[in-house]
């Protein structure tokens, strides 16, 4: 079956939040679906053929509502009541990938050690659920085969989310597993152990005496939306394993959003690699009843919108009469909490009761209201524990504003993890931003977390190697199946057209792949996924100014182009752009003259100019905006009503991860022209890191206000400015690195930034940090220039490297003209608050400063006095081996002037090719 193509039909934005997306579902083309129909005409679907020698029984009404939503015929299946070796066909019930299937009532798997059978779930089967009392219960004895893979995980979930309707945890029960492994409740006197597992019925039993015990696996499967209360302390956790055996299998599983547990573990010995738990309602991970399993890259998050959350840990004995504790031993740990205060806290790991725990490179990184990161409770066995060596916590670094919570008369927690237990740290919270973790988890390049850790491998067998601290290392392995790294939005296979729905088929210019071209305004939610190519036709809006809201979400690989100037992106105010690329695969924007010739044979080839570009509008700050009434501000590039700013200088605007602008840039008239990309008041909610503008006509990226940040961004070829702000800009940028072209073509200024007459206060004030601007011999209308600062700016520059070859315009100029604006002259002679600075910064230019006509300043004389900066000689050369910064000027601590940033030991942008985090997905920088 070859996968043309999915579309979107969930109403909620995808990626925004943890706390309310869905996961990938995929329909296979089976013989049940009539892939020549498509329900796009109003017109009630009509039911597939019944298959009466499956599993289950066809259910007509869900049926019906499955098949409108998805725009295709999907029949869909109910199984009830207990399925065992009578129902199984070659041994095995299975879960086709053709068909939905929907849990109605508890659905056991065998019976109790009798009548055992194997349910086998294929790639991309979706299961469904409708109330909590809809859940799946594999008996001792059976076992569950659960066969999904990295494109298609297995996605067990709501009707809701399959609908597309509103999902919130809790809409059905979840899934329980039973084995035959010990538990320390087990009876101690011979006896066959029987113990009833919580939130489910009588009859439900687990527990023995092996520990090898295998109830089959658990590849690339998604749970999303369960978790139910039966009654207090019974609940049905996301998935529930009881006495489960380490012959079991468990790779790449993720819960999402659950209303109790996100994983409990009643005694067992199973173990579990790449497990992804976000938005989980009360414990991410509990285990109790002696559990003595491992587990491996373990990614906790606490909802983003800082609703209901617990521990990301509790482990506990919950009282067993057996002779041991509970006692797991995990590896590579991150938990990331939320300011969540209710009656349980977000916090980070509480152990209690009878338990023991081996943790290895852990990391808990905590927000501003979060609970304590570690906690151990006063129970005489967890004390004793902490100094017999049956707990122990190794190669691990958390940052909260509580680190620690010590009982009285107990061991000190702090003195015990940071002296007692190797090579820890505590980070203080107000210098996170030393951790290097960006807001998806994973690590910066120059994190020192990357080399941290101790070798898991040297300590059990079932680890893989690794030196690493936290569960995500330079690969991002939930990338493209968990929610939000990839996989994020509800979708389905589509018919062999392979267009999402609100595109439309034509030619491909590359003569071969398949094209959908997007026109006008999308005013729903929108997935463009790898395998075609999109083509923007004329202005395409996402959603109406503050109304019509959507979402785009764009998945690894994909490529967007435009033909002309006219054609170009546009992300309206209150909806967002989801653009989640990979180092691997990166996401592309640019001209059909570029994909003519081959995106990958002529990737850094072809003229600025061929197409428009990208605009992102949001309701932040500008100092244009009227100072009583709301803010609706023309940005400039765009048609009419393309309109930015507000108040909300937090707000988010989505997201833009390794993304690749190329080959665009147009002048709709003087003065009046398409950047790279565009942020009109947007906020500081908005991620944006490892992005790329190449070959612009005009400027690389601009900011008209707002604060939002970014980290890794490479600007190279660009005929105008390459960054370029104003309108009261205040955010954040760290390592960023401009190259004017190699071929001394059009070229202008590494950074233009001013206030551009706005009447609102502040002006603009943006920090910026590690920095290279590297110049050419351009001589035109515009020379190519360092960093010129003029009109109603301020700027907190640190370890900046400006440099280009003999014949480049100078390094640095301040606009202090005797006429010009006196926000400048007081920014920089010490007569505002705060002062500008341009610390720790080296200029390696023919010319490096040009004065002003103001003779009463000088420029040279002002930055040399700043702390740790100089001028030198020598050009490129002294400064630079191509990208990477041999200056030994001592960086400043960027980590103390704010949080955002990570501290350094090197000036500029890159260090070396040891730790270079532009390396295989940018383009330009090897010319």
């Not at 006509?697 to 960054?723: H, K, M, P, W």
Request: with cysteine.
């Amino acid at each position: 079956m070859k996968r043309n193509g999915i579309f979107s039909i969930s109403l909620v934005a995808a990626a925004i939040s943890l706390s309310a997306c869905g996961g990938d579902i995929n329909i296979s083309e089976g013989d049940v679906i009539d892939n020549s129909v498509i329900n796009n005409d109003n017109q009630p679907p009509v039911a597939p053929p019944v298959d009466n020698n499956r599993v289950g029984s066809a259910n007509s009404f869900l049926t019906g509502q499955v098949s409108a939503a998805l725009g295709q015929q999907i029949e869909v299946r109910a199984i009830s009541g207990r399925l065992t070796n009578a129902d199984a066909i070659n041994g095995k019930v299975t879960l086709t990938n053709d068909t939905v299937w929907a849990l109605e009532g508890p659905v056991f798997i065998g019976n109790d050690k009798a009548d055992s059978t194997t349910l086998e779930i294929e790639e991309g089967t979706i299961i469904l659920g409708r109330t909590g009392g809809d859940y799946l219960v594999i008996s001792r004895d059976s076992k569950i085969e659960v066969n999904g893979t990295v494109a298609r995980p297995v996605i067990m979930t709501s009707l809701n989310d399959v609908l597309g309707d509103e999902v919130r945890a809790g809409q059905w029960g979840g899934m329980v597993i039973l084995g035959n492994a010990p538990s320390t409740k087990c009876p101690t006197d011979g006896s066959t152990c029987s113990l009833q597992v919580e939130g489910v019925a009588s009859g439900a039993v687990f527990g023995g005496t092996n520990d090898a015990d295998s109830s089959g696996n658990l590849n690339y499967l998604v749970l999303k939306y369960a978790g139910f209360e039966i009654a207090p302390d019974n609940e049905l956790n996301g998935i529930t394993f009881g006495g489960v055996g380490s012959g079991t299998e468990i790779d790449f599983l993720q819960v999402h959003a659950n209303a109790d547990d996100g994983i409990e573990f009643f005694g067992g010995s199973v173990n579990a690699k790449h497990v992804v738990l976000t938005g989980i309602q009360d414990d991410s991970v509990d285990w109790d009843n002696g559990y003595k399993g491992k587990l491996q890259y373990v990614y906790i998050e606490h909802a983003a919108d800082n609703s209901d959350a617990n521990r990301g840990i509790e482990g506990d004995g919950d009282g067993g009469d057996g002779p041991n504790f509970s006692l797991p031993t995990l590896a590579n740990i991150t938990i990331i909490t939320n300011n969540f205060d209710g009656e349980d806290d977000s916090e980070g790991v509480l152990l209690r009761d009878q338990s023991g725990a081996k943790i290895y490179n852990m990391l808990i990184a905590g927000s501003s209201g979060t609970g304590e990161c570690l906690e151990m409770d006063s129970d005489d066995t967890v004390q004793g524990n902490l100094g017999n060596g049956n707990i122990t916590i190794s190669h691990s670094y958390i940052s909260c504003v509580e680190p620690f919570n010590t009982v009285e008369g107990g061991v000190e927690l702090g003195n015990w993890f940071s002296t007692l237990q190797a090579n820890n740290k505590v980070v203080a919270f107000e210098n996170r931003g030393q951790l290097g973790l960006n807001q998806d988890g994973t690590l910066t390049a120059q994190s020192e977390l990357l080399s941290a850790g101790t070798n898991p491998a040297n300590i059990d067998a079932f680890f893989t190697a690794n030196n690493f601290v936290g569960a995500i290392g330079e690969n991002d392995w939930r990338s493209g199946w968990a929610f939000g790294f990839g996989g994020g939005a509800v979708t389905v296979v589509q018919t062999p057209l392979g267009c999402p729905q609100g595109t439309s088929s034509i030619a491909a210019v590359d003569g071969n792949t398949n094209t959908c071209e997007i026109t006008g305004r999308i005013t729903s939610d929108l997935r463009l996924v790898e395998g075609n190519h999109y083509a923007l036709s004329g202005a395409v809006f996402v959603g109406g100014d503050n109304s019509d809201s959507a979402t785009l979400t764009i998945d690894p690989g994909v490529v967007v182009y435009g033909a002309s100037g006219n054609d170009y992106l546009v992300v309206s105010r209150g909806s967002a752009i989801e653009a989640n690329g990979t180092a691997a695969k990166p996401i592309t924007f640019t001209s059909s003259q570029h994909v003519a010739n081959g995106v990958v044979a002529g990737l850094a080839n072809g003229a600025a100019g061929q197409w428009g570009g990208m605009i992102v509008l949001g309701n932040a700050y500008s100092t244009k905006c009227p100072e009583t009434g709301d803010c609706s501000l023309q940005v400039e590039g765009a048609q009419e009503g393309a309109v930015f700013g507000g108040s909300n200088n937090t707000e988010s605007s989505g997201t833009l991860r390794y993304v690749r602008v190329m080959h665009g840039g147009f002048e709709i008239a003087p003065d009046n022209e398409l950047n790279g990309i565009t942020f009109g008041g947007v906020g500081s909610g908005t991620v944006v890191e490892y992005l790329q503008v190449h070959k612009n006509a005009d400027d690389g990226i601009e900011f008209f206000g707002g604060a939002v940040n970014a980290r890794y961004v490479v600007l190279t070829g660009i005929q105008d400015d390459s960054v370029d702000w104003d309108n009261g800009y205040q955010g954040k940028l760290q390592f960023v690195l401009v190259k004017h072209a190699s071929d001394n073509s059009d070229a202008n200024r590494g950074i233009e930034g001013d206030g551009d007459g706005g009447t609102g206060s502040p002006f603009s004030n943006p920090t910026i940090a590690n920095m290279t601007i590297i110049g050419n011999t351009f001589d035109g209308e515009d020379d190519s220039e360092g960093v010129l600062l003029r009109d109603q700016t301020n700027a907190q520059l640190y370890n900046v490297v400006v440099t280009g070859p003999a014949g480049m315009g100078e390094c640095l100029e301040l606009d202090l003209t005797n006429d010009a604006d006196t926000t400048l002259l007081g920014n920089v002679n010490g007569s505002a608050s705060p002062q500008m600075v341009f610390q720790s910064s080296v200029l390696a230019c023919d010319e490096a400063v040009k004065n002003s006509s103001n003779s009463a300043f000088d420029t040279t004389a002002w930055f040399t006095a700043q702390a740790g900066s100089s001028i030198v000689s020598g050009g490129i050369a002294a400064v630079l081996n191509g990208i990477y910064t041999i200056d030994t000027t001592s960086p400043t601590d960027v980590s103390a002037v704010n949080s955002f940033f990570i501290n350094t030991d090197f000036i500029g942008a890159v260090k070396s090719a040891d730790n270079n985090w532009t390396a295989d997905w940018t383009v330009g920088l090897e010319d």
